[in-house]
């Protein structure tokens, strides 16, 4: 297993959620040790994340949470972690366009 990490700026809203994991290939597993939201812009701004399973049903991971201006959430990081099989996806809107930006880190 290696350390892996992805970036994705400037997240959409909840009408165009952006697709934050990377794509976890055929028999293999990612597990999840880090996954924080930064506040991008000078307002209050709310976030949410979702864990999108192969079969089709999805779960919040985190839903609505106030970002104070240049703060950061981590919302999988510590004793806390992620595990992601083929098909899984981590998906995350904020509450503006462009005001957030989200970081990743996992094991492949």
Known sequence: ???KS???PNI???G???T???TVTSGTT????GLSLANTTSANITVSAKLAKSGGSSSFLIKDATILPGGALAIVGGDQ?????TGDTVTAYASASNSADVV???LA
């Open 1 to 3: 297993m290696a350390f």
């Open 6 to 8: 992805q970036v994705t």
């Open 12 to 14: 959409g809203t909840s």
């Open 16 to 18: 165009s959620p952006s």
């Open 20 to 22: 934050v994991s990377a």
């Open 30 to 33: 990612h597990t999840v040790i």
């Open 81 to 85: 972690k992620l595990v992601l099989e």
């Open 104 to 106: 990743m880190s996992y």
